[in-house]
């Protein structure tokens, strides 16, 4: 069994240590990536991943048997994750409260792997401020029929309309068939008003250009077109973060890219856990320098 102990500054004692167990169950069959591999991987990735994922409200893709049977998706603590995994009383719009899982420590996102989590969903704030979104995503799911190389425009194109009204995004690759073109906020508006914003800018698009966008979850109507998916943006919505593994054939995780780079990339799985080196390189390197940084609030449009 694989003990991993990571130093927290200034302190390491036993809440530091997860262990992981059943190291050698496969978890991505058709990949060979084992229980013990993914950890390895989120332990690697943890500092590039640390800015994105700890501190705010979590949901979790659970596969305590591996990505092929059976998994679950994750909102709320049932107490068995161990001290490193906090929980955050939020009350949800029924007026029931209910606690919410978030870490603070690299440590925190292994013992959520040691329970078998494969993806990391995030909230849209952090648990310091949660009624106040810090970054907004345009999630764009294009139908099968749409080629990547239209995903990527269409998501250049989001940035330059966004760029317009004066507001920086970065593009991130979901692991899955889009990208996530991604805003970040400085925490002032609350949800209503950033749901609002996307909301409106997203049908602005699909009115626009109707043969290219839908705005609309129908999914009857999106034939051979990208689903501007802005819901993304509503209190208690979460994404995938950056770095997360995706629970789909081939181990692929969803990673950051800088705009020039995305002119390259022929598909939204480019990268997988197995690229771990390939990827911390990039994460330090002058390619994704400010990525997701932005000092903003939204325009009034
Ligand atoms: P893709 O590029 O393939 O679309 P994606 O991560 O954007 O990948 P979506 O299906 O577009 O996937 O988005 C679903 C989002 O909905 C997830 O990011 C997740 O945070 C959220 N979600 C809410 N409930 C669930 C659930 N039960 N199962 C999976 N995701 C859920
Ligand atoms: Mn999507
Ligand atoms: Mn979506």
Not at 16 to 32: G, M, S, Y
Not at 144 to 153: E, R
Not at 180 to 187: G, M, Q
Request: charged share 25%; net charge neutral.
């Amino acid at each position: 069994g694989g003990q991993v102990s990571l130093e927290k500054p200034g302190r390491l004692d036993e809440e530091d240590l997860v262990r992981i167990t059943n190291r050698d169950r496969l978890i991505f069959p058709e990949a060979k990536v084992t229980k013990g591999d993914l950890a390895d991987y989120y332990e690697a990735i943890g500092p590039a991943m640390a800015p994105w994922a700890l501190g705010r409200p979590i949901s979790l893709v659970r596969c305590p048997q591996g990505r092929a049977k059976k998994c679950f998706f994750q909102k709320h603590d049932a107490g068995s994750f161990g001290e490193a995994v906090r929980h955050l009383d939020i009350r949800e719009k029924d007026g029931g409260v209910e606690p919410y899982l978030y870490v603070e420590t690299i440590v925190g996102l292994l013992a959520c792997v040691q329970m078998g989590t494969i993806e990391f969903h995030g909230w849209g704030a952090s648990v310091s401020d949660i009624e106040k979104p810090d970054r907004l995503i345009f999630d764009l799911d294009p139908d099968p029929a749409v080629g990547f190389d239209d995903v990527k425009k269409a998501a250049d194109d989001i940035r330059s309309t966004l760029e317009e009204i004066g507001l920086a995004s970065f593009a991130m690759l979901s692991g899955g068939k889009g990208i996530h073109v991604v805003v970040p906020l400085t925490p002032k508006a609350k949800w209503p008003e950033v749901k609002d914003f996307a909301q409106r800018f997203a049908l602005s698009l699909a009115q626009a250009e109707p043969e290219r966008f839908i705005a609309t979850m129908s999914k009857a109507k999106r034939k051979g077109l990208i689903f501007i998916d802005w819901l993304r943006n509503q209190r208690g919505a979460t994404a995938i973060l950056p770095y997360s593994a995706r629970a789909r054939p081939g181990a692929p995780v969803a990673v950051p890219l800088n705009w020039s780079e995305l002119k390259t990339v022929e598909s939204a799985g480019l990268y997988s856990v197995k690229d771990v080196k390939a990827l911390l390189k990039r994460a330090g390197s002058a390619v994704l320098q400010g990525w997701g940084e932005a000092a903003q609030v939204l325009p009034d449009i």
